[in-house]
């Protein structure tokens, strides 16, 4: 029943959409009724989203999308999860989003009424690609054809709770930029006044924090999840991640130039039309199953060439109206050897530099193998070495960049800057010195400290401080910088100064972790409701009295037969240490301890970069 | 010029897609790499049969004929699933020799699955460590390569043959 009544208002509202996009040509209605239809179709895909979800909640294994993701005895937050812990599902999540976001622009003010039609109609659009997608190539509502009483089980590492929301997090920062595609279209179309900019600017800051949270969220999971100590992996998913995310940032700079009254519209047009093209390439990427990955579910032939031909619709699409309707010429630029919009030049090409480098990596293994019918796999050593050098000499610029001046060359207080940074560099060097010297290292903690640093000097010096809102809007751009050092420290302690350590032991052994010792307690195995757990329990520190427990071990998931391992992370402000409980030979334990200094600085930094692009998107 | 920068979007569009599509309709699956052992010698390997620890077979012993050399164990249930196969094939081609390596198996069970479901291999060698696979890049059970006289592997596939892939890809080979 609840598929039927699930499929019905999906294709009724493909139906709506389909309406309204003849609308333009066909039938010409009024803004209000347009309006209307719009959040109809909206709100009957938010109907079929959830009438799937309420099948999997009771566990309908009549519908066939349930049986196969979905077993009766899983917690409630694994069989809510469960809707989109698959291909057809996450599809129907993806269009349910896409139609969230038409909702809400519906509602923006101050636009005009033709432009913002054409916004929504360019959406309507989008919605039929990706509906009729999902109905001819995976629909989550078919009947099961056979009488089963119980389901086949959701993959045990999505059993997580950072896993349940990661995916409509991140797909809300994807999808997000749908509509800076369409409003950007749709500005090229009219070709009128630059108000559509601040429209677009708000909706890509509201993608842009969506996506970072998603990224944040999915790489905390394999961080303690995946039981590799690591928390990013250059992994063709993450990359594809990363691409519209640094684009995105390019985007929301490049918005920033509008205030100083030279837009370089046809930039920006270029980034929209980017944006949410590298968002659709990465669905295509994943859902085809040209990549494997967690992500990749049933690789089907016919689906990747359905999504493949949405990529093409939608990208050719922009850039040929791109090509066609180039915006007229704005101003020249103000560029001076350095003035804010040189800066803001400069770090636009860097991050498009990054993310065609990135996208040259990704897609590198698929054009060799067709090619050359060769397996190669383009890994970490590619990226960190051509990605993180070039996005240093952004890092460097992005410390000042905030205090530029939109017209002269002139920098107030910059005797305070260079003295800063000398100070800096000599307690860096005694650092590397006297401690642990590594290149990236000392550039690392050089460029984390200094942006910090320099963004502090900025705020203390140039405004006057107080406590309202206000003036956390003003300093808002240091802020999110301040943020950008904070995780560059935590990346490069995390990655360059890890520690390592093996040990073979037997309940009860103790050994010596970072000059605390640590007790070797039990094993113990038990019994959940939908896995086994095998534990090893460790007691951090037992020459205290506040002695901590971790446990590590892994999980057995009978349904699957399945096994995944469970960090035990013990938490400090300045370190996580991480044990993984290895294989038992000759009865011994094979316990690996990683030491992780300055881990939740990523967290951190990731958290403030968030803050600040809530609270620019309240800011005009 | 300036025209030029902004077709290059299409066109680096097109030529992904174009990759892209290609990809998609060669039918190459990333979960199966192309194997690297195509059209290169077959490993050298030594294996003592399963019934007689005394009867040893060697990489010679396959030279100068056509040999089918099949991975499996008794607790591979897709295993299971194209033995049925192996019968048909030794009915069609009698001279072609067929190897089943038993792969990381007790003795027993394996000799208990072979008397259940029949036995169609001309031997069965033992490869209970799993170095023999190890040579060969198996990437999991079943896999089955087919080796020509010259001692060259010439057809490899992963997971359970079927009578599509024996009909369409193993017989023109044959």
């Known amino acids: 029943m609840s598929s039927l009544v699930g499929f019905l208002s999906l294709v009724f509202a493909i139906g709506i959409n389909f309406y309204l996009f003849l609308s333009r040509y066909i039938f010409k209605f009024q803004k209000q009724k347009f309006n209307l239809f719009i959040r109809f179709s909206s709100l009957l895909t938010l109907l079929s989203f959830f009438s799937l979800m309420y099948a999997y909640v009771v566990s309908d294994f009549s519908n066939y999308n349930v049986f196969q993701n979905s077993h009766s005895n899983k917690p409630l937050i694994y069989k809510i999860s469960g809707t989109w812990g698959n291909h057809e599902g996450s599809m129907l999540l993806w269009l349910c989003i896409l139609s969230i976001f038409s909702f809400f622009f519906s509602f923006t003010k101050n636009i005009e009424d033709n432009f913002q039609k054409l916004t929504l109609i360019i959406q309507a659009f989008l919605h039929i690609l990706f509906g009729l997608f999902i109905v001819f190539t995976s629909n989550p509502f078919l009947v099961n054809s056979i009488l089963v009483n119980e389901g086949l089980g959701l993959n045990p590492i999505l059993q997580d709770p950072g896993l349940a929301v990661h995916p409509p997090i991140l797909y809300a920062g994807y999808v997000g930029y749908s509509i800076v595609f369409s409003i950007a279209i749709a500005g090229l179309f009219q070709n009128t006044d630059d108000e559509w900019l601040y429209v677009a600017k708000k909706w890509s800051l509201i993608s842009w924090t969506f996506l970072t949270g998603g990224i944040a969220l999915g790489s905390y999971w394999a961080y303690y999840e995946l039981g590799w100590g690591g928390w990013w992996f250059w992994d063709p998913v993450e990359n594809i991640s990363l691409m519209p995310w640094i684009a995105g940032l390019a985007l929301v700079h490049s918005l920033m130039m509008v205030r100083g009254e030279q837009a370089i519209k046809k930039w920006i047009v270029f980034l929209s039309i980017l944006c949410f093209s590298l968002s659709v390439f990465g669905t295509f990427l994943v859902r085809s199953g040209i990549l494997t990955s967690v992500h990749s579910f049933a690789a089907d032939a016919s689906r990747g060439i359905f999504i493949l031909l949405i990529f093409f619709i939608v990208t050719g699409f922009g850039f040929l109206v791109f090509l066609l309707k180039e915006p007229k010429k704005s101003n020249a630029l103000n560029l001076l050897f350095i003035n804010k919009v040189s800066a803001l030049v400069i770090n636009n090409i860097l991050m498009i530099i990054a993310t065609l480098t990135i996208l040259l990596g990704t897609i590198y293994p698929i054009i060799i193998e067709v090619l050359y019918n060769k397996r190669i796999s383009v890994g970490g050593p590619y990226f960190n070495s051509t990605v993180i050098p070039i996005m240093i000499p952004g890092f460097l610029l992005m410390s000042i960049a905030p205090i530029l001046s939109w017209q002269t060359n002139k920098i107030n207080n910059s005797k305070k800057y260079v003295l800063a940074f000398i100070i800096l560099s000599v307690l860096v060097i005694l650092q590397s010195y006297f401690l642990d010297f590594n290149t990236w290292g000392f550039v690392g903690l050089l460029l984390g400290f200094w942006i910090i640093l320099a963004s502090i000097i900025a705020i203390f010096s140039s405004y006057k401080i107080k406590v309202n809102i206000k003036f956390f809007k003003i300093i808002n751009p240091h802020v999110a910088h301040i943020g950008v050092g904070i995780a560059i420290i935590g990346i490069t302690c995390s990655s360059v100064f890890q520690n390592e350590l093996d040990f073979n032991l037997n309940e009860g052994d103790k050994f010596n972790v970072n000059g605390k010792t640590v007790l070797f307690e039990k094993i113990e195995t038990t019994n959940e409701i939908n896995f086994q757990s095998l534990r090893g329990k460790f007691l951090f520190d037992i020459e205290k009295n506040q002695s901590k427990e971790i446990e590590a071990g892994k999980n057995y998931y009978p349904v699957s037969k399945m096994v995944t391992s469970e960090a035990g992370i013990l938490h400090q402000w300045n370190k996580d240490i991480y044990f993984i409980l290895g294989d038992q030979k000759n009865n011994e334990w094979f316990v690996k301890v990683l030491i992780n200094p300055f881990v939740s600085f990523i967290w951190l930094g990731v958290i403030i970069m968030m803050y600040s692009g809530l609270i620019a998107v309240s800011r005009r | ?174």
């Open chain 2, 1 to 174: 010029m300036n025209r030029i920068f902004i077709l290059t979007p299409l066109i680096v569009l097109s030529i992904i897609c174009i990759f892209s599509l290609v990809y998609l309709l060669s039918g190459k699956d990333p979960n199966k790499p192309p194997s690297a052992l195509l059209n290169k010698d077959v490993p050298i390997f030594e294996s003592s049969s399963l019934y007689n620890a005394k009867d040893i077979i060697k990489t010679k012993d396959i030279k100068n004929k056509k040999t089918l050399i099949n991975f499996f164990a008794s607790w591979c249930s897709p295993c299971k699933i194209e033995h049925p196969l192996f019968f048909e094939i030794r009915k069609k081609y009698p001279e072609l020799y067929l190897l089943g390596f038993n792969h990381k198996d007790p003795t027993s069970d394996a000799k208990k699955y072979l008397k259940d479901d029949g036995n169609p291999y001309d031997f069965v060698g033992v490869d209970s460590d799993g170095l023999i696979a190890l040579e060969f890049g198996v990437f999991g059970l079943p896999e089955t390569y087919l080796i020509n006289e010259d001692g060259k592997i010439i057809y490899k596939f992963m997971g359970p043959i079927t009578m599509d892939i024996l009909k369409n890809e193993i017989e023109p080979l044959l």
